[in-house]
């Protein structure tokens, strides 16, 4: 049986993620119970394997978006109650960790007890909102550095923004991807995907940049959320995922299928991606990372998982893993 580090690492092998809110830090221990009961149970009735969980670290900002002031539960320990709550085999899962807004002293002891103490062997690391803020923290690169020479079996993701272009070179995206693979980033998760321009320009231009410095591109999960209210929409954009008018217009044409329509969009854009990335011969490695963003897309996000899972294991020429 392949670990997830070695599934990630080898670029034939296909690798689903579902990304998991944490709850409340202040849930109660029943409401935390039958959270991690029925997440564990929506997981389990997807008909295709998802290889690992994946836990965003959700900061009060995005919580104020969404109308929730409650900071969420620190990551790892939600990381080990969902291990805890797993009858069946040990569940794997990546945590999401936001290096740049506490110092050193602590960056260092949560990352002692992340490792040590709750076993974790996957993280993505994740910088600032914004360059123009000088955080108490490390960057992304000096943190990647860190693990590399003190946790050097931990596998450590980053985060590619498909939206984030530069003029400048250094600054552009796919050369911020070559330096962070560099400095211990081993594989990146895309911002959510609703264009497929964007991601198509970056994958091209992230594959020749591999190619003239004569490295091999890291494997880049392509990331997917459902959208069923106007509510939804307004946080992903917030979030700064770009949304034509045009597809919103395809969304919201009627006031009942919307979440069914986001899957439609979703699988287009999939298979647009997925036909470019043939196409040109691009030798950047692909995965899914479903996501829910919101508790009451659960249930679609699962659907999510199947329908655009079974398109990508036909785009690796693999029938798809169902579940025995």
């Not at 294991?313 to 029938?319: A, D, Q, T």
Request: with cysteine.
């Amino acid at each position: 049986m392949k670990s997830l580090a070695d599934k990630i690492q080898d670029k034939t092998q296909p690798v689903i993620l579902y990304e998991l809110l944490p709850p409340a830090c202040d849930v109660k221990p029943t409401s935390l119970e039958a959270y991690i009961e029925c997440a564990l149970d929506l997981l389990a009735d997807s008909s295709l394997i998802i290889d690992a969980v994946n836990i965003p670290d959700i900061r009060d900002e995005e919580n104020d978006r969404i109308g929730n002031d409650k900071p969420k539960m620190q990551v790892n320990y939600f990381a080990h109650m969902l291990e805890q709550g797993s009858s069946q085999k040990k569940i794997e899962v990546i945590l999401n960790h936001c290096t740049v807004y506490e110092a050193w002293a602590v960056q260092k002891k949560w990352l002692e007890v992340t490792v040590k103490d709750f076993k974790v062997h996957s993280l993505i690391l994740v910088g600032g909102s914004s360059s123009k803020i000088k955080y108490p923290g490390p960057s992304v690169i000096e943190m990647s550095q860190y693990i590399q020479k003190t946790y050097p079996k931990l596998l450590c993701g980053g985060i590619t923004i498909q939206s984030r272009r530069h003029t400048e070179i250094i600054k552009d995206e796919p050369y911020r991807m070559l330096e962070k693979s560099l400095n211990g980033i081993d594989y990146f998760t895309s911002q959510i995907v609703y264009d497929a321009n964007s991601v198509k320009n970056l994958l091209q231009d992230y594959a020749a940049l591999c190619k003239l410095k004569a490295i091999s591109p890291k494997r880049v999960f392509l990331s997917f959320a459902p959208i069923s209210t106007k509510s939804d929409l307004q946080f992903l954009r917030w979030l700064g995922v770009d949304i034509s008018q045009a597809v919103e217009d395809i969304l919201f044409k009627a006031d009942i299928g919307i979440g069914w329509r986001s899957a439609k969009v979703a699988t287009n854009l999939l298979q647009e991606i997925l036909d470019f990335v043939k196409e040109q011969n691009l030798d950047v490695p692909l995965g899914l990372n479903i996501e829910h963003i919101t508790r009451h897309n659960f249930e679609l996000s699962i659907k999510f998982v199947e329908r655009l899972g079974s398109l990508y294991y036909r785009h690796l020429g693999l029938v798809a893993c169902y579940r025995k």
